[in-house]
């Protein structure tokens, strides 16, 4: 069984705590035992104990002579108290806080601080636990696509600019391809400038002359593509370029809005059948042209 690493983590840091702790006890141990013994200068052997000693004297002035000592004669007692012994005072230093016990405080602190972090950190790691599915996805409004779809589009025409006389128009044809995973869609884009107020039936139409073709691919997730009831709903933005003969591709600048609606005139799996299309590009609206359109649907 895996075990996460942030469940490790606070566990490793204890281990490293409590080993420089154990490190910290030994040195001081060891430090106190090198450390002579801390006393003062009069620590000695003590005097020993009892009277004066008056061998010395004796010998200067024996018995009998003018200045001898007294002593104490027999069938005499001395009333003086006995001279104190004299008594090694050990004088000891005052006392001071040792530097192992120092450390060891300041280890125990660190070692108190770094478990309660750990405990912390340990409690506020959410527990994760592998996924064996794939992630849920919102739900979509509409139904999501089943099964695969082809289809070939032609529409009438869309107006791209207007001028001071006459406009440019544009006759969108789409090639599609989706399924339940995967969606791609290739839009061409041919131009004509007419002198006319709104686009005519065809680019062929006599008030016309052709002009450039403008291409667009866009794929899944930009490319969307739903079904509702019997019909298929593909939208997204096509940004489109221009392909000069014996040239690079040259951007036009130009993105379009597209919403494309489709339903099968036919029973799924039979093959290619004619296409009941409609177009909208931003706020204009187009049929498909009669004959052009085209849709094949496999599977449910």
Known sequence: MDVPASAV???LALGAALGILLVLVVGAAVRRLRLPDRTGPGAGAASPAGGHDDLPGFLEHPPGTPGAPRG???GWTSLAPPAPAARAVR?????AASPGRVIAAFAVAAVLLIGVAAALAAAR??????SSGPPASAPDAAEPARGTVSARLAFTGVVLEEHAVGITAG???????ADGHDATARLVLPTANCLAAEPPPAAED???RAGRTEYADLDAPELRVQREGDRWRVSGTFTTRLRPPGGATEPTGRSYEVVVTVAPDGEPGSGWVPADARLEW???HAAGREGASVVRQDGG
């Open 72 to 74: 104490n004669g027999e």
């Open 206 to 208: 006599a008030r016309c």
């Open 125 to 130: 790691t959410p527990e994760r636990v592998a």
């Open 91 to 95: 004088e000891r230093a005052p006392a």
């Open 282 to 284: 931003g706020d204009q």
């Open 171 to 177: 006759y969108p044809e789409l090639e599609l391809t």
């Open 9 to 11: 983590g606070p566990w």
